[in-house]
Every structure is written in structure tokens, then in C-alpha cells.
């Protein structure tokens, strides 16, 4: 049987762990060639060998803060498989020494932003010309529910990274909405990675307060990551654009939580 994505061909940033990793399993499942990016060598090769190698899946290492390596993802891709047709943007990172704005420093503030917002911009506008051409595409952007709400226990380059990701993402989606090409925004709550596992290792207190909002009581898991992004990405959300597209287990819904 026919995958939901059958023979599309899909670029995942951070595609080496967490709800890239996820998302790129979901999509060879469901069909699609995949290009993983990511900076971790040893994983990726390893990943798309176990995958099949290169009949479904490519891996090329990408450090998404730089326009060379993020235009040579791209056009692997279009080499390799005939097309772009997916772009999920989704490398980021969350280091400890962004925090309150009180104690984060310019470096830590600039090094977030290039990894988190700037990539996007860099990975959007290296997608767009391939699914213009095509006149058709899906583009996912991964923000966070933190591009929608505030946090008292601040990562204050992380967010406003996000609400820029959300931001570029609604006004990509509705300037390209008659050329064929959907452009939404994942906007996970939080989920069981290594990425939130490394913040809340040290902090359980602070991981705590956290679980507290969530009114599922969990945190959420990257295969119920993936399978939002396989929506985005089919054609089973082909009247969606500009989309702000929470999963977050009732967060942003919540004004109290059931205990
Ligand atoms: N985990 C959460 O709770 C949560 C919540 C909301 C949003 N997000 C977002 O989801 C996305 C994925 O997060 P995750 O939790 O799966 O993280 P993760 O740490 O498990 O995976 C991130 C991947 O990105 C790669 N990466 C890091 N820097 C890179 C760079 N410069 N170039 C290329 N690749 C790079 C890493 O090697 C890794 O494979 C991120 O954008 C994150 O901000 C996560």
C-alpha cells in the first residue's frame, strides 16, 4: 500500500535525534526519500545506512547557521531524488547559558539565534526556489509553545528565536499561498529528547514546574512529534497555511491544570 507520502522527496534538519530523528523514520515509512542534515556525522551515516542507504535516504552534514552547507543540503536533495518537495526545519539548539536575560550574555544570545532562527530563514530560502519552480511544496518550520506564551523560567534568546521562527513562517505562508506552497509552523510543547532531557537533568525542580502546566500531566513524545509533521506535510492538510500548529498536551489551552 501507498504511503502518505509516497516518493516525495523530504530535507530534515536535526534529523540525528529527538523529533527529527522520529520524523525521519515516520517519513521513510511512510514512503518519502529523505536528505537528513545535521552536524552529528557519526549518527547520520549510521542512521541512513540503517534506513537502506541511498535508494531512501541520504545523510549530509550541514551546519545549519551556514548558507553554503545549507545550499548544498538543498541541492542534494533536488540531485539525488528529482526534487524538494518537503522542507522540515527543525535543528535547534537550548544551551544552559541562555537563560534569564539578567545573566545571558550578547555570545550566547547570538549563537541561539543564528542556530534556531536564523537557519530557518537560510533553509526557507534555499527550499522556495526548487518548490516555486515545481509550484508545489510543504514547509515546516519547528518553533515552540514558547513563541505563544510566556515563560517565568526564561530562555530568553530561545524564545524570541521562536516567536521569530513563528513569525517568519506565517508571512512566508501567506505570501507564497497561490504558488502552490504551504509553509506552517510546528509548535511543540514539551517533549521527551535529549534536547529537554540535557535542560531539566540538572534542574528537576525546574522540569517540575514545568510538567505542572501540561494538562496531559506528560510530556509529549517525538513520534507524536512526527506524526503532526506527516500531516503538515501531506496532502491531508492541503487548506493549511500560515498555521500555527501546536502540540502541546493542552498547554496553550490551560488557564488551571487538573491535578
Ligand atoms: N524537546 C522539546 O521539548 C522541544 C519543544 C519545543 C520545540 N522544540 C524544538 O524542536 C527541535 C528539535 O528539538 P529536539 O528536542 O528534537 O532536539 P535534539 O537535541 O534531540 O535534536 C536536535 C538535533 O539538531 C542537531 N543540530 C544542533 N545544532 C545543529 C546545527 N548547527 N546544524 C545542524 N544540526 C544541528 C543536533 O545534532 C541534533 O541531532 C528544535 O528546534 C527545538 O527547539 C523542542
Same mark, same amino acid.
Given at each position: ?5 509516497? @516518493? !516525495?522527496? =523530504?530535507?530534515?534538519? %536535526? $534529523?540525528?535525534? $529527538?523529533? %527529527? ?6 517519513? /521513510? ?8 542534515? @545535521?552536524?552529528?556525522?557519526? !549518527? %547520520? &551515516?549510521?542512521?541512513?545506512? !540503517?534506513?537502506? $542507504? ?6 549530509? &552534514? ?16 533536488? @540531485?539525488?531524488?528529482?526534487? /524538494?518537495?518537503?522542507? #522540515? ?15 545571558? @550574555? ?42 505563544? *506564551? ?9 524564545? =524570541? ?6 513569525? *517568519? ?10 504558488? +502552490? ?18 535542560? #531539566? ?11 505542572? &502546566?501540561?494538562?496531559? %500531566?506528560? #510530556?509529549?513524545?517525538?513520534?507524536? *512529534?512526527? =506524526?503532526?509533521?506527516? #500531516? ?7 487548506? *493549511? ?8 498536551? +493542552? ?9
Amino acid at each position: 500500500m501507498a504511503g502518505r507520502i509516497q @516518493d !516525495r522527496v =523530504a530535507v530534515i534538519t %536535526g $534529523g540525528c535525534s $529527538g523529533i %527529527g530523528l522520529a520524523t525521519v523514520e515516520r517519513f /521513510v515509512q511512510e514512503g518519502a526519500k529523505v536528505v537528513i542534515g @545535521d552536524i552529528d556525522d557519526e !549518527r %547520520g &551515516h549510521q542512521l541512513a545506512d !540503517r534506513l537502506g $542507504g541511498e535508494t531512501v535516504a541520504t545523510y549530509v &552534514h550541514v551546519d545549519v547557521t551556514s548558507k553554503e552547507e545549507v545550499d548544498a543540503l538543498f541541492r542534494t536533495a533536488k @540531485d539525488t531524488y528529482g526534487s /524538494v518537495d518537503i522542507a #522540515f526545519n527543525n535543528a535547534g539548539i537550548s544551551p544552559p547559558e541562555d537563560d534569564s536575560i539578567l545573566d545571558t @550574555d550578547l555570545d550566547a544570545w547570538r549563537k541561539v539565534q543564528e542556530v534556531n532562527l536564523t537557519s530557518v530563514y537560510l533553509c526557507c530560502k534555499s527550499a522556495l526556489p526548487y518548490m516555486l519552480e515545481q509550484g508545489r511544496g510543504s514547509i515546516i518550520n519547528t518553533a515552540s509553545f514558547v513563541a505563544v *506564551m510566556g515563560a517565568a523560567t526564561s530562555q530568553i534568546s530561545y524564545s =524570541a528565536s521562536k516567536g521569530g521562527v513563528l513569525s *517568519m513562517t506565517r508571512e512566508l505562508g501567506v505570501q507564497f499561498a497561490r504558488e +502552490g506552497v504551504r509553509v506552517n509552523a510546528l509548535c511543540p510543547g514539551p517533549v521527551n529528547t535529549p534536547l529537554l532531557q540535557d535542560l #531539566f537533568a540538572k534542574d528537576a525542580e525546574r522540569a517540575a514546574r514545568r510538567l505542572v &502546566h501540561v494538562p496531559m %500531566g506528560r #510530556f509529549g513524545e517525538p513520534e507524536e *512529534m512526527a =506524526a503532526a509533521v506527516l #500531516f503538515l506535510a501531506s496532502d491531508d492538510s492541503s487548506f *493549511m497555511t500560515a498555521n500555527t500548529f501546536l502540540v502541546d498536551g +493542552g498547554i496553550s489551552g490551560a488557564y488551571v491544570t487538573p491535578l
